[in-house]
């Protein structure tokens, strides 16, 4: 869950961290949702920062003991652990961590509502990799939750006609040049 304002820790004062925390990475609180920064918000289910039910837990055993039944009996396991396994261990966790760079940090003004996260305009293949589902309009994102990822296009082309939006907003053009300009810009 994200805000159009910048997410602080929660206080150890307020009544929500005095709650049990799933502790999946970096979190924060906010009321009874919780926000997970880095990869670990996207590989761990969402449902472990509720209570599972009993009958949850059988359904999800019986949907892992059927998928190994039928990788078993379609004799596929190479296949699952080269195609799938494999990439979701290396690859995507680098194009997780490049997105979440992209996302958060590098150049960033965090005093401010538009510098605390940026748009990146990738280029045709780096949406391929890094901006499935319109991510790389994470500013816009940011600002406006609740919008769904298909118009966010529209909302970036929207905001951009606000002159106020489209001078302090941290436009950045592409992951592999723009991005790694600024970033490598902050390091020396």
Request: with cysteine; proline share 6%; charged share 15%.
């Amino acid at each position: 869950m994200t805000a159009a304002h910048r997410i602080k820790p929660t206080s150890p004062r307020c009544r929500s961290a005095r709650q049990p925390n799933p502790g999946r990475g970096s979190t924060y609180r906010r009321g009874y949702s919780v926000q997970t920064t880095g990869a670990s918000s996207h590989i761990w289910p969402r449902v472990a920062a509720t209570k599972q039910t009993t009958r949850y837990r059988l359904l999800r055993l019986g949907y892992y003991l059927g998928a190994a039944t039928l990788i078993s009996m379609l004799g596929i396991w190479k296949g699952f652990l080269l195609y799938w396994v494999v990439p979701y261990m290396t690859l995507f966790l680098l194009f997780l961590y490049i997105r979440s760079v992209a996302e958060h940090f590098g150049s960033m003004d965090y005093e401010e509502e538009l510098g605390s996260t940026r748009t990146v305009i990738p280029y045709w293949w780096e949406r391929l990799f890094f901006a499935p589902h319109n991510v790389n309009y994470h500013l816009e994102h940011h600002l406006f939750p609740g919008v769904p990822f298909y118009n966010l296009p529209k909302l970036s082309t929207a905001l951009m006609r606000d002159e106020t939006y489209r001078a302090n907003a941290h436009i950045t053009h592409g992951y592999s040049t723009g991005l790694l300009r600024e970033c490598l810009a902050h390091t020396g």
